[in-house]
């Protein structure tokens, strides 16, 4: 059952990028100027008027795949078939760079990739969402971390890691001295190993989705690592002071799933 579900997964996720028009399938990214839309619920330019703020961006509101969505254990489907998550991560130069609504930091050499359906995602960027997006069962954390990756083709992966309030995280711990002074203008901060990114468990859903900011590309292969890690307090609320006023809590509100299946991997025996 778990080899028939995955093989399902590989061909449907094929089908569907397949199908995708060229504008998604190339290199689409996420917005890099944050003075056309808020995070602001009510506001005219809040998550609900996304689609309605630019042409590019009408997919934020009739889009059928958007992200992020609540992950209910009670609707995902258990499979062991899909394997380990093969992440192949190097240090690499890399940049920070306050783009107002996140703070992200972006690889400038090769810091490597993962491998999803024998197709390579290579590592771009990384960047913060407090609170966290994606909830599970309903419950939202204080804090997401999201791994770019991009194929050859132009399409994305992104892998999730949510964080609760606890012990303080160590790759937060290099790069947050970075964060107070950096501006729109990306700063060099040297070699950063993007291994040193902490899974925790081996656990982790899968399904097809979009960028969780405009334009809200979709066709994004997601990876939310199942395992909620720890920052300190100190550490979320310097990630929140650095963006910009406004930006403090830029979680995009969860979407309808419609459908879509979402797996659970767990590894061994079901």
């Given at each position: 059952?778990?080899?028939?579900?995955?093989?399902?997964l590989?061909?449907?996720?094929?089908?569907?990028?397949?199908s995708l028009?060229?504008?998604?399938?190339?290199?689409?990214?996420?917005?890099?100027?944050?003075?056309?839309f808020?995070?602001e619920?009510?506001s005219?330019?809040?998550?609900?008027?996304?689609?309605?703020?630019?042409p590019?961006?009408?997919?934020?509101?009739?889009?059928?795949?958007?992200s992020?969505?609540?992950?209910?254990d009670k609707?995902?489907?258990?499979?062991?078939?899909l394997?380990?998550?093969?992440?192949?991560?190097?240090?690499a130069?890399a940049?920070?760079?306050?783009?107002?609504?996140?703070?992200?930091?972006?690889?400038?050499?090769?810091a490597g990739?993962?491998?999803?359906?024998?197709?390579?995602?290579?590592?771009?960027?990384?960047?913060w969402?407090?609170?966290?997006?994606?909830?599970?069962n309903k419950?939202?954390?204080?804090?997401?971390?999201?791994?770019?990756?991009?194929?050859?083709?132009g399409?994305?992966?992104?892998?999730?890691?949510?964080?609760?309030?606890?012990?303080?995280d160590p790759?937060?711990?290099?790069?947050?001295?970075?964060?107070?002074s950096?501006?729109?203008?990306?700063?060099?901060?040297?070699?950063?190993?993007?291994g040193?990114i902490?899974?925790?468990s081996?656990?982790?859903?899968?399904?097809m989705?979009?960028?969780t900011?405009?334009?809200?590309?979709e066709?994004?292969i997601?990876?939310?690592?199942?395992?909620v890690r720890?920052?300190?307090?100190?550490?979320?609320?310097?990630?929140?002071?650095?963006?910009?006023?406004?930006?403090e809590?830029?979680?995009r509100?969860?979407?309808?799933?419609?459908?879509?299946?979402?797996l659970?991997y767990?590894?061994?025996?079901?």
């Amino acid at each position: 059952m778990a080899t028939q579900t995955n093989l399902l997964l590989v061909l449907l996720t094929s089908l569907l990028l397949s199908s995708l028009p060229i504008t998604t399938r190339a290199a689409a990214s996420e917005l890099e100027d944050e003075h056309e839309f808020t995070y602001e619920e009510g506001s005219e330019k809040g998550p609900e008027h996304w689609g309605e703020i630019d042409p590019h961006w009408r997919v934020c509101g009739n889009g059928e795949m958007q992200s992020p969505i609540d992950l209910l254990d009670k609707r995902v489907e258990v499979v062991s078939g899909l394997g380990k998550l093969k992440r192949d991560y190097r240090p690499a130069p890399a940049a920070v760079m306050n783009r107002g609504h996140d703070i992200m930091i972006e690889w400038k050499g090769d810091a490597g990739k993962i491998n999803i359906n024998r197709t390579d995602y290579y590592l771009k960027q990384c960047h913060w969402h407090s609170p966290s997006e994606h909830t599970f069962n309903k419950s939202r954390y204080n804090l997401e971390l999201h791994l770019v990756h991009i194929n050859s083709s132009g399409r994305i992966a992104v892998i999730g890691i949510t964080y609760k309030y606890g012990r303080h995280d160590p790759f937060l711990a290099r790069l947050i001295p970075y964060f107070g002074s950096v501006g729109s203008v990306e700063n060099d901060v040297g070699i950063i190993n993007p291994g040193d990114i902490k899974f925790g468990s081996r656990k982790y859903y899968r399904y097809m989705g979009s960028l969780t900011v405009p334009p809200c590309t979709e066709g994004v292969i997601w990876t939310m690592v199942k395992k909620v890690r720890t920052a300190s307090e100190e550490q979320v609320r310097a990630i929140r002071d650095a963006v910009h006023d406004g930006f403090e809590q830029n979680a995009r509100p969860t979407q309808q799933q419609n459908g879509r299946t979402v797996l659970l991997y767990t590894p061994g025996p079901l």
